[in-house]
């Protein structure tokens, strides 16, 4: 009864109280550089963000020596300069910039023309994209979050959907693709369902892993405590299984990425995943370039959003309590 | 032999909880038969008994507490608390876990095995089972806070548990045991990862928060110095099958409440020959009684 009065309340408090969780771990981690030491052995200890930052700055180096010295025609392979022209070019930055200085009355000029790629911005392609793969997303978490924890608690749910979602998980989605089409059409309806299969496996199953991680003994002291089965379910398991949910969050929309030029490749007027298609068909390898470059740029900086996530909202996870 | 716990009081030696007959099998799988983890175990637990099962691994000690606790529906006799059957847990029970690291083993999938709840830091631990039963913010926090006094835990009630040393995981889960006020406290193997310096602390700790809380205990061990240190009642288990062979009342426990000084108890002459005594039981050197 008490528990439920001022949810809102309950859960700023909590917000706080991670925040506070989180702040410590950052502040403590900060002076204890002598841990690396102590864990001698440990797997994966230390840093290794600026040995990213190497890793990247050396793929870019040897492209730009790679094209600069034409090793490789630039048909194969676009220097960086021409891929951000083409990026100028059909993202209309400089139009756009012309008309916010007009705007701020700066100057006075006619904006030059700016049609894109394939009828559509850079801008426009991107965002078109950007709301199937999310739309797509947020019902699977939908459904597949809920799907997964029935699952990893009762045996009717996993008898009745672990079939399904076993046999068609492993699937190639450009194996079903025809069929999501005959079914549901060439419109938005049919990109979007190829999308929900990618991302609602992982969701369904990490849920279901999440559910099956919380200790019994955890479960035990709560009924010991006065827990009714509701309780338990609401304070206990759905708690203890917020790490792998998210975990399951992260990968499906990886998926959801990955799903996406098979999802556009039939009758879609704006998307990434349609602009990389049509420039292969022109042999424009530069906005192939740009249309992967854009795609991967989004789903990394998503995973670092979902990283930070974790680190802020279950920073038990992987700790003994 | 009555329990020493306060003489005169008659309420001392009330039964509150009673197993008679108490037989536990679990079906075999595939390859290996049934295994019969309790036999036969009468058990009566009077007020305020402190009541210390000790035995090798795998004689059912875990088995007897789930039992008690109500985890376990046992397969043949019956369970009483205070009169009335055993039916599932509830808070009259409050159980303290074994604290085993790393990942356990029973389940396909890889997990730690722990019992506090690491998204609440150690006052909402505390706490927690009070919140579920619906007891006002201001009135559960208070008893919270009494019982991490308690446990000399009252300047980390902001902390994460999952930022606290073993000892101080198990001195939260005391406390979240007691915040209930159970009648019983079941502690499964309490200090069992613990270094042999918090041990001998906790084992103070425990003994004091007993005597102070006036709880019926049943604790397990396979610590022999433990379990004579602590115990009011010593109950020596053997395996296969899981049952109680030998009963002792013991005293060491109200010197030490009585002048402290805990090491001096543990190096006398009368505690090291009932060491031996226990050790070659359960080596096997003598037959058992049962
Ligand atoms: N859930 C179970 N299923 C099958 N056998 C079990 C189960 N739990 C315990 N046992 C068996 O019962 C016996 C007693 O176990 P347990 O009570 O855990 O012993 P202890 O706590 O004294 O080490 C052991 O042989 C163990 O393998
Ligand atoms: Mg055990």
């Known amino acids: ?321 | 032999m009555m329990s020493r716990t306060t003489k005169g009081d008659k309420k001392a030696s009330q039964v509150v909880l009673n197993l008679e007959k108490v037989g536990v099998v679990f079906p075999g799988n595939l390859g290996s038969g049934d295994v019969t983890a309790l036999k036969n175990v009468n058990l009566a637990m009077r007020d305020r008994e402190f009541i210390v099962a000790l035995g090798a691994s795998g004689c059912g000690k875990t088995t007897l507490l789930n039992v008690m606790a109500g985890f376990i529906k046992p397969t043949a006799g019956r369970i009483r608390i205070k009169g009335k059957e055993v039916d599932g847990p509830s808070k009259d029970r409050g159980v303290v876990f074994e604290d085993v690291w790393g990942p356990g083993k029973d389940r396909g999938v890889v997990f730690q095995k722990h019992a506090l709840l690491p998204w609440l830091n150690v006052l909402q631990n505390t706490a927690f089972g009070l919140k579920l039963q619906g007891v006002g913010e201001r009135e559960r926090l208070k008893i919270s806070r009494d019982n991490l006094d308690l446990v000399g835990l009252k300047d980390f009630e902001q902390h994460p548990v999952f930022q606290l040393s073993g000892g101080m995981q198990q001195r939260v889960g005391l406390a979240r045991a007691l915040t209930s006020n159970p009648d019983i406290l079941l502690m499964d193997e309490p200090l069992g990862a613990l270094d042999a310096f918090t041990r001998e602390t906790m084992q103070e700790l425990i003994l004091n928060v007993w005597h102070k809380t006036h709880k019926a205990v049943f604790f397990i061990t396979h610590s022999v110095e433990e379990a004579l240190f602590m115990a009011t009642r010593l109950i020596v288990m053997s395996p296969r099958p899981g049952r109680i062979t030998h009963e002792y009342e013991l005293t060491f426990w109200k010197d030490f409440l009585d002048r402290g000084d805990a090491r001096k108890i543990k190096s006398r002459a009368d505690f090291i020959k009932m060491r031996e005594t226990v050790l070659s039981i359960i080596h096997g050197e003598e037959e058992p009684e049962l």
């Open chain 1, 1 to 321: 009864m008490n528990t439920r009065q001022k949810p809102a309340t309950n859960f700023l408090r909590n917000l706080q109280i991670w925040w506070f969780a989180f702040l410590g771990k950052r502040i403590r981690s900060g002076d204890k550089k002598a841990a690396v030491i102590d864990s001698y052995g440990a797997p994966g200890r230390g840093k290794s963000g600026l040995i990213s930052v190497i890793t990247v700055s050396i793929i870019l180096l040897l492209w730009w020596l790679s094209t600069q010295q034409e090793w490789v025609p630039p048909l194969f392979l676009p220097s960086p300069y021409i891929v951000w022209q083409k990026f100028l070019l059909i993202s209309c930055a400089p139009t756009y910039w012309q008309e916010f200085q007009n705007f701020l009355g700066l100057t006075s000029s006619t904006p030059t023309e700016c049609i894109g790629f394939n009828d559509a911005t850079l801008w426009q392609h991107t965002i078109a994209s950007l709301k199937r793969v999310f739309t797509a997303f947020v019902i699977a978490v939908i459904f597949g979050v809920p799907i997964g924890i029935s699952m990893g608690m009762s045996r009717i749910p996993r008898g009745v959907f672990d079939p399904p979602i076993e046999f068609y998980r492993p699937i190639p989605p450009l194996a079903y693709l025809p069929l999501t089409i005959i079914w549901f059409g060439i419109g938005d309806l049919a990109k979007v369902i190829l999308i929900f299969l990618a991302c609602f496996a992982p969701l369904a199953l990490n849920a279901r892993a999440g559910v099956r991680s919380v200790s019994i003994e955890q479960i035990h002291a709560a009924y010991s405590m006065g827990a009714s089965p509701t309780q338990v379910i609401w304070h206990v398991v759905l708690k203890g299984a917020l790490p792998e949910i998210l975990t399951g969050m992260r990968v499906a929309i990886a998926f959801g990425w990955t799903t996406l030029v098979a999802a556009e490749m039939v009758a879609a007027k704006a998307g990434i995943g349609v602009m990389v298609l049509n420039a292969a068909r022109y042999l424009a390898t530069d906005i192939v370039f740009l249309g992967i470059i854009v795609i991967g740029l989004i789903a990394y900086s998503f995973d670092l959003v979902m990283r930070w996530v974790e680190r802020t909202f279950v920073p038990w996870k992987g700790k003994a309590a």
